[in-house]
């Protein structure tokens, strides 16, 4: 099956850039999304991308798509300390299709 | 507009008992699925259903059955709770896979 593999843990200073890696092993997947979840809430999707894309821009938001290394990333411009929370990647398509699989998740601390 | 709403959001079972759990979502969604997430490893599906009357395995199964009479509920059955079944369990809901899933807040369930 699918793996999807996130480090655990990011720790940033209020105002810097973030950047919440991703890599996956099902190259047929072809929406490929990040969530965030803040503690004891349910997951919101950010943003999204599709495997035809290399890059999407959405406010302070930056994905990356790496297809031939099926490395994904999340950059957050200006990061905050709204910003903390658990960001997941979630991969749908290819064999999972009608599925997501998601990564373990990258907690994310801002510090002041 | 409720979105995906999931009851009860808290519940403590003896080993043994049984309970379900309750999803509805008002988006007229044909997708369904129950989710439960653990430290460190991410969500791992436990069910779905893509239409009303219909249900499949996720990755997890076992320990859980799970039922879709109306097309806006999905209920997550546990005949005999076990500890290991201790987790936060989430709802998500989708027009079709594998497009956005909408998540519910999420049901946290302690097995002593």
């Known amino acids: 099956g699918e793996d999807v593999e996130q480090s655990l843990f990011l720790s940033v200073r209020e105002g810097d850039s973030s950047v919440i890696n991703c890599t996956y092993t099902?190259?047929?997947?072809?929406?490929l999304y990040w969530y965030k979840q803040e503690p004891g809430a349910g997951l919101q999707l950010l943003t999204y991308?599709?495997?035809?894309?290399d890059m999407k821009q959405d406010q302070r938001l930056t994905v990356l798509l790496n297809k031939k290394d099926k490395h994904l990333s999340l950059r957050i411009a200006d990061t905050q300390t709204g910003d903390s929370a658990i960001y997941f990647c979630?991969?749908?398509?290819?064999?999972?299709?009608?599925?997501?699989?998601f990564g373990q998740g990258t907690i994310l601390t801002v510090h002041p | 507009n409720a979105g995906v709403t999931q009851t009860p959001k808290f519940r403590v079972l003896k080993t043994g008992q049984s309970m379900t759990l309750l999803c509805a979502q008002d988006?007229?969604?044909?997708?369904m699925y129950w989710y439960r997430q653990d430290p460190g490893m991410g969500l791992r599906l436990i069910h779905y259903?893509?239409?009303?009357?219909?249900?499949a395995k996720g990755e997890v199964p076992d320990g859980y059955n799970v039922s879709r009479l109306k097309k806006q509920n999905f209920l997550l059955g546990l005949e005999s709770a076990a500890p290991s079944q201790t987790s936060v369990y989430f709802c998500?809901?989708?027009?079709?896979?594998?497009?956005?899933?909408?998540f519910g807040p999420g049901t946290r369930l302690t097995v002593t």
């Open positions: 998500a809901s989708s027009r079709q896979g594998p497009y956005e899933q909408y």
């Open positions: 979630a991969l749908a398509g290819g064999t999972s299709y009608g599925k997501l699989t």
């Open positions: 988006m007229n969604h044909e997708y």
């Open positions: 991308i599709f495997s035809n894309m």
């Open positions: 259903s893509v239409g009303e009357g219909t249900t």
């Open positions: 099902d190259s047929s997947s072809t929406y």
